[in-house]
């Protein structure tokens, strides 16, 4: 009397047929859709990941370069006829430099997540991804919201303003304006921009996010004899 082998991965769920190839049942068609979308779930939250560590770099340049150019035009009050007013509040500018720093900073944490190979990895960059993309609404929003309020309460001054508010008012005056203005009101502009850009692609990143935790859900209710299948280690 023969030993009967134990049915394989591949034959389980399965019915056997005579003259062709085995039947699948409903389980495997939704596994397989399942590990299509953890799939396309990867390629999009790489994707994502990948564009806001450019535009993070983006953010931090412009920043970085509109500072610079402040340190290196502005001189001290007893000088005669001074560019710059007697205060100038540079808090906007440094909050959109340290938003740009730690958007960039969560993007590479996520993609070594992603890149590491770990068990039960789509739980794990669930984890990752809901967390660091909330992390980054939070600052991009706050980053937005800061610097928006600052920048219009010293709009109409005369004798304060940012690095925004105070180059840009000579918008139009070309010809006459302080060297290197109108690069800071562009430079400072732009990285506003691009961190209001920001939010709504981290909106987008926590929308992910809530995909991938539903597909993570499905791929547990698809089980073999009580044991998860190995389409959920994806």
């Known amino acids: 009397m023969t030993a009967t082998s134990s049915p394989s991965f591949s034959q ?11 039947g699948y049942t409903t389980d495997d068609i939704i596994a397989a859709q399942n590990l299509r979308c953890a799939r396309w779930l990867h390629i999009l939250r790489i994707s ?11 953010v931090v340049a ?9 340190s290196q035009s502005h001189v001290d009050p007893e000088w005669l006829l001074p560019l710059w007013p007697l205060h100038v509040d540079l808090r906007p500018s440094h909050a959109v430099l340290a938003c740009g720093i730690i958007v960039a900073i969560f993007s590479l944490a996520y993609m070594a997540v992603a890149f ?20 980054a609404l ?19 001054s005369t004798a304060s303003g940012t690095l925004n508010s105070w180059t ?3 918008q139009g005056f070309d010809d006459i304006a302080p060297a ?9 502009t732009a990285g506003l921009d691009v961190v209001i850009l920001l939010v709504i692609v981290e909106f987008l990143a926590v929308a992910v996010s809530a995909w991938g ?21 994806v």
């Open 12 to 22: 389980l769920g399965r019915s056997p047929s005579i003259g062709g190839p085995p």
């Open 48 to 58: 994502i990941n990948a564009f806001t560590l450019a535009a993070s770099i983006a």
């Open 62 to 70: 412009c920043a970085a370069s509109s500072l610079r150019s402040y």
């Open 116 to 135: 590491v190979p770990l068990p039960r990895k789509l739980h794990h960059l669930n984890l990752a991804s809901t967390i660091l993309s909330f992390l």
């Open 138 to 156: 939070f600052v991009t929003l706050f980053t937005t919201v800061f610097a928006c309020v600052i920048t219009n309460n010293h709009a109409s």
């Open 168 to 170: 840009c008012k000579w």
């Open 180 to 188: 290197n203005f109108m690069a800071i009101c562009n430079e400072g």
């Open 213 to 233: 935790w539903w597909v993570e859900m499905r791929l547990k209710r698809v089980s073999i004899g009580g044991e998860k299948s190995e389409i959920e280690l």
